[in-house]
């Protein structure tokens, strides 16, 4: 073998995938708005001050020496039992808790584990994914040697209303471009109900449009459900597509302690679903991390326990629907239309009609990045209230669907809700009238 000696000041390359060292959107648009005092409607984190029956519960738990040490890589006896109890009411079907769960390192990991079980690495196989798609999505799924397809969900023409307000609803999949995109390599499709970033509550007749599908070319469906509790319209309630016929076989449902008791930071997730499809994902779990956080999955065996009696996620979601409420009427009111969400936690604003001063300055790194960026950047340093890029969310096909939108997240406290409020009629001057 011949070897170069290395010269001074010259690193190890690192691989051709992360060597470019990029910063990712929730970073990038984090470090603005704080740079810009801005009020943060970015990362979907929530402000709220948490309920003292889960502080409580994760302080009991850190202090407990028992809770100290590893975990089986499954989970806790604990946590198991209580996701078993809750998920066996909303998956209609009675769970085992010793083959059926697995706790994660928040949903992001329940997700990439089920990628690198099911992908072959190198083989390209495909992951349809609905754009607009979370962003780690993708990159997970080349990580994991698969090779994402994507479908747009697009808006039906002329479903706004006279102020330009669309549904969540009016946001669809051709499910013919669908069945198209189906080939011989693909083996998952991923479905996100309640949607970030739409809002979108897919209905019972497209979950089972999805469905036949999944069971024509017998793939599997990733279901990330992590919004389970929050759908805002009693006519759109959220289904999980594993209890449709036929799918309880082919379905891996993926939760969120982070999101159903607004602790993010606690990255403690669950996937559930038949033995045969939890086991290699436990397999592939137990290799990406071995096991997640003992205390913290403790804990939410304690949340998961109290909050079944004590009215805590129902409560949530009334908040939440007040403070969507809120976030519209900011929007409303300086005449801005936006994609009315039927669940999640986010509104979709179609800026298209700001108008940005010719002589505004945009860093490099954020021109380079394209109009909604552009306008979110705008936004977050000019008006002073920050929202994320939701062409993020799509492959650059299908971007420019995106382009003229910011997302703005409504997890928040009514002081921040309504400083946003105040700080937004300063885009009013900005917004042509037509
Ligand atoms: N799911 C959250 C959002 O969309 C957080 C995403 C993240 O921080 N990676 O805002």
């Known amino acids: 073998m011949t070897t170069t000696a290395a010269t001074e000041g010259q690193y190890p390359t690192a691989s051709s995938y992360y060597k470019s060292g990029g910063i990712d959107v929730w970073?990038?648009?984090?470090?603005?708005?704080?740079?810009?005092?801005?009020?943060?409607?970015?990362?979907?984190?929530?402000?709220?001050?948490?309920?003292?029956?889960?502080?409580?519960?994760?302080?009991?738990?850190?202090?407990?020496?028992?809770?100290?040490?590893?975990?089986?890589?499954?989970?806790r006896p604990n946590v198991l039992n209580a996701i078993a109890k809750r998920y066996s009411r909303i998956l209609d079907r009675q769970l085992d808790p010793a083959s059926e769960i697995v706790v994660t390192a928040g949903a992001n990991e329940a997700i990439y584990a089920i990628f690198c079980a099911f992908l072959e690495a190198g083989s390209n196989d495909e992951v349809i994914l609905m754009e607009p798609a979370f962003d780690q999505y993708t990159p997970n799924i080349k990580m994991a040697g698969g090779k994402p397809v994507y479908i747009p969900l697009r808006p039906v023409p002329g479903s706004e209303d006279a102020s330009g307000i669309v549904s969540s609803k009016d946001w669809t999949l051709d499910m013919a471009e669908l069945e198209a995109k189906i080939s011989e390599k693909t083996k998952i499709i991923v479905l996100n109900t309640p949607h970030n970033p739409i809002g979108k509550v897919f209905t019972k007749d497209e979950l089972e449009a999805i469905s036949n599908l999944a069971k024509k070319y017998n793939l599997l469906v990733i279901s990330d459900e992590v919004y389970e509790n929050l759908c805002f319209d009693p006519q759109t309630p959220h289904i999980p597509i594993a209890t449709l016929p036929g799918m309880w076989e082919r379905t891996l449902s993926v939760y969120s302690a982070g999101k159903l008791f607004g602790v993010t930071g606690w990255r403690v997730g669950w996937l559930v679903g038949p033995k045969e499809l939890v086991s290699p994902s436990l397999t592939a779990h137990t290799r990406i991390v071995f096991t997640t956080n003992s205390p913290l999955q403790e804990a939410a065996s304690i949340a998961l326990e109290e909050a079944d009696s004590n009215g805590f996620v129902k409560d949530q979601k009334i908040v939440y629907h007040k403070c969507r409420s809120k976030l519209m009427k900011a929007f409303d009111d300086v005449g801005l239309p936006y994609i009315q969400p039927d669940g999640a936690y986010f509104l979709l604003v179609n800026a298209s009609k700001v108008e940005i001063p010719d002589d505004f300055e945009f860093p490099d790194e954020i021109a380079v990045r394209g109009k909604s960026d552009m306008l979110t950047y705008f936004f977050t340093t000019h008006i002073g209230v920050s929202g994320i890029p939701p062409t993020e969310f799509y492959s650059p096909e299908n971007a420019h669907i995106a382009e003229n939108y910011i997302r703005f997240a409504f997890c928040k406290t009514d002081d921040i809700l309504d400083e946003a409020a105040k700080r937004l009629q300063a885009v009013k001057k900005y917004v042509r009238q037509q």
């Open 27 to 75: 970073t990038l648009f984090n470090q603005a708005a704080a740079k810009a005092k801005a009020v943060n409607l970015g990362q979907g984190f929530m402000n709220f001050e948490s309920p003292e029956f889960i502080k409580k519960a994760s302080q009991k738990c850190v202090a407990d020496d028992a809770c100290n040490q590893y975990s089986p890589p499954r989970g």
